[in-house]
């Protein structure tokens, strides 16, 4: 079956860091790949995604690539801001399939 | 537009009673979805319906049902609460994708409601 594994956190990062969340998957066929963020006391959000290989996915200065070869689609920033901090959720969207099938999210805090 | 939306926010059960939560959405999407979010658990999908008057069962599905008379609302109900039960549950919508083979759409989440079962 489908499945997702993204890197345990929590992380902590000063300001203006670089980020790098890592995210692998497992599926059939060619799936859509999505990063989600769940803000405190929030539902999620989409980030950005993408739908078939070597896409790159961006928003607000967040971006991932869909690599097939290594099936990974890991999420960077160059920058991060107090208002990054949060919940990052890697999710894959199965061909043939109407279920997202997502990560255990991993918790971002950034630091002045 | 509102989105979707999700009533109640907070709600404190007792073992054995039931409740229902109530999902609406503005945005005329065909699909929607029940997920729970537990800790170091990301979100495992309850059930889902794909049109009106329609329902299928996700990947944790038992102790709840659910009912999609209208478009624009999905039920999800408790009948007899457990304490396994305490959770965030999270509403889902997105829109038609036509045949099963094109690309996963976005889903659009409720701002969640916490359950605790004593």
């Known amino acids: 079956g489908n499945s997702v594994t993204q890197m345990e956190g929590p992380v902590t990062l000063s300001e203006e860091a670089f980020l790098t969340i890592n995210c692998t998957y497992t599926a059939t066929g060619y799936p859509s790949l999505f990063w989600y963020v769940q803000y405190p006391g929030e539902g999620l959000q989409l980030l950005l995604k993408a739908t078939k290989a070597d896409d790159k996915g961006s928003n607000k200065g967040f971006e991932a690539t869909y690599r097939k070869e290594t099936t990974s689609f890991h999420l960077e920033k160059g920058s991060v801001q107090v208002s990054d901090s949060a919940v990052y959720f890697c999710?894959?969207?199965?061909?043939?399939?109407?279920?997202?099938?997502f990560g255990k999210g991993t918790k971002l805090s950034v630091i002045p | 537009n509102a989105g979707v939306t999700q009533t109640p926010k907070f709600r404190v059960l007792k073992t054995g009673q039931s409740m229902t939560l109530l999902c609406a959405q503005d945005?005329?999407?065909?699909?929607m979805y029940w997920y729970r979010q537990d800790p170091g658990m990301g979100l495992r999908l309850i059930h889902y319906?794909?049109?009106?008057?329609?329902?299928a069962k996700g990947e944790v599905p038992d102790g709840y049902n659910v009912s999609r008379l209208k478009k624009q609302n999905f039920l999800l109900g408790l009948e007899s609460a457990a304490p396994s039960q305490t959770s965030v549950y999270f509403c889902?919508?997105?829109?038609?994708?036509?045949?099963?083979?094109?690309?996963?759409?976005?889903?659009?989440f409720g701002p969640g409601t916490r359950l605790l079962v004593l």
């Open positions: 999710a894959l969207g199965g061909a043939g399939s109407y279920q997202l099938t």
């Open positions: 319906s794909v049109g009106e008057g329609t329902t």
């Open positions: 889902a919508s997105s829109p038609d994708r036509g045949r099963l083979t094109t690309p996963q759409e976005t889903q659009y």
């Open positions: 945005m005329n999407h065909e699909y």
